[in-house]
């Protein structure tokens, strides 16, 4: 769970709670001990951010 890509990064531990919890959309994928994530997953406060009806509806989705 890492992001290279990004500038500034949630720190790993930080990264598995938000997994555990469920604030990352879409939800990552628990393989053993590790979180496979998509590389276009947001924190959930993102999604928020935009509050635009389409990222509401993909949120409400289970």
Do not use: F
């Amino acid at each position: 769970m890492g992001c290279p890509a990004v500038r500034s990064c949630a720190d790993r531990n930080t990264l598995r709670a938000w997994a555990r919890s469920g604030q990352i959309v879409p939800a990552p994928l628990k393989i053993g001990r590790t979180y496979w994530v998509e590389p276009t997953a947001k924190h959930i406060a993102e999604i928020m951010a935009d509050n635009r009806l389409v990222s509401r509806l993909r949120l409400s989705k289970p």
